[in-house]
Nanobody, 124 residues
Framework: EVQLVESGGGLVQVGGSLRLSCAAD????????IGWFRQAPGKEREGVSC????????YYAPSVKGRFTTITDSAKKMMYLTMNNLQLKDTDVYYC?????????????????WGRGTQVTVSS
């Protein structure tokens, strides 16, 4: 059974940085793409990143590319999302995910396994 537990969310000021962690279990990191999603109340869940365990290939949403980085540590069964230069628009609940896919023709990105999420709030 795939299990994902996020941590590291919190309150940060505009321009600040935060690192989210995801403890993962129940799967082999080499068998799946892993990634991060985010969702604001009343909005659709948005794909943030989707990468292979090796780090290549990788996908980042245009809104975060150059600011966010996803890495894995398969030995520790951990995934991380480092977020730099955070903006107000980055305020969301963030979810780690396994077996994600790149956006389809409609721009929708999905995954088959999800964590429960961690809140990130960016303040001015």
């Amino acid at each position: 059974e795939v299990q994902l537990v996020e941590s590291g969310g919190g309150l940060v000021q505009v321009g600040g940085s935060l690192r989210l962690s995801c403890a993962a279990d129940g799967f082999d990191f080499d068998d799946y793409f892993i990634g991060w999603f985010r969702q604001a109340p009343g909005k659709e869940r948005e794909g943030v990143s989707c990468i292979a365990n090796s780090g290549n290939p990788e996908y980042y949403a245009p809104s975060v590319k150059g600011r966010f980085t996803t890495i894995t540590d398969s030995a520790k069964k951990m995934m991380y999302l480092t977020m730099n230069n955070l903006q107000l628009k980055d305020t969301d609940v963030y979810y780690c995910a396994v077996d994600c896919g790149y956006p389809d023709n409609s721009g929708v990105m999905g995954a088959n396994y999800w964590g429960r999420g961690t809140q990130v709030t960016v303040s001015s």
